[in-house]
């Protein structure tokens, strides 16, 4: 139980384009979804929190123009990186709290690299 | 400010040698601390929470325990398949759900 999915698992874009990923939690449904990105040697970043059916809180420095979250459902979350950069290329990770459980389950991440 | 540090940085193992990692927080109002292993290029797995001092949590050749100031995950007799990156994670009162991560102890076990 408790499996997060992301897709896709990477994807490479030109400069100026949009890159869409999508958080499904397949087995439980998702009250919170969080969407994480990870630079190489560093650990989690958190950029945003999203609840299913409102607009997403965004951590401080992180742009809510350029990351779009839509949490449409208790089991999907998308994020939207607009106009992609070479300086966003990074590793994003969504996670999903639900279920009963209290923890976060992380999906296998996606890996963005903008040429 | 809320702070969460992992020691070391890098550990490297011989098969069987057991050791313990380290993770200190400063936060205020702790509402549980987790850690997760997380493999290259792969989102992070979910290991324990632990919620107050003196709990301990154990699965297979891990444990993990908790004081007022720290959480230890233990290793016994570590296989190289126990090779990965160990995050520690607490929540705080008032972040709902949110969490802030350590920077991890990248653990290499040899055969």
């Known amino acids: 139980g408790a499996v997060v999915s992301q897709h896709p698992s990477w994807v490479i874009c030109k400069s100026g384009t949009s890159v869409k990923i999508e958080c499904r939690s397949l087995d439980f449904q998702a009250t919170t979804m969080f969407w994480y990105r990870q630079f190489p040697k560093q650990s989690l970043m958190l950029m945003a929190t999203s609840n299913e059916g409102s607009k997403a809180t965004y951590e401080q420095g992180v742009e809510k123009d350029k990351f779009l979250i839509n949490h449409a459902s208790l089991t999907l979350s998308t994020l939207t990186v607009t106009s992609a950069h070479p300086e966003d290329s990074s590793f994003y990770i969504c996670?999903?709290?639900?279920?009963?459980?209290?923890?976060?389950?992380f999906g296998p991440g996606t890996r963005l690299t903008v040429l | 400010e809320d702070q969460v540090t992992q020691s070391p940085e890098a550990l490297r193992l011989q098969e069987g040698e057991s050791s313990s990692l380290n993770c200190s927080y400063t936060?205020?109002?702790?509402?549980?601390l987790f850690w997760y292993r997380q493999d290259p290029g792969k989102g992070p797995e979910f290991l324990f929470t632990l919620y107050s001092a003196g709990e301990e949590k154990e699965k297979e050749r891990l444990k993990a325990t908790l004081t007022k100031k720290e959480s230890f995950l233990h290793i016994t007799a570590p296989k190289p398949e126990d090779s990965a990156t160990y995050l520690c994670?607490?929540?705080?009162?008032?972040?709902?759900?949110?969490?802030?991560f350590g920077i991890g102890t990248k653990l290499q076990v040899i055969p």
């Open positions: 996670s999903a709290h639900g279920g009963g459980a209290d923890t976060q389950y």
């Open positions: 994670a607490v929540r705080i009162s008032g972040g709902y759900q949110k969490v802030t």
């Open positions: 936060v205020s109002g702790l509402r549980g």
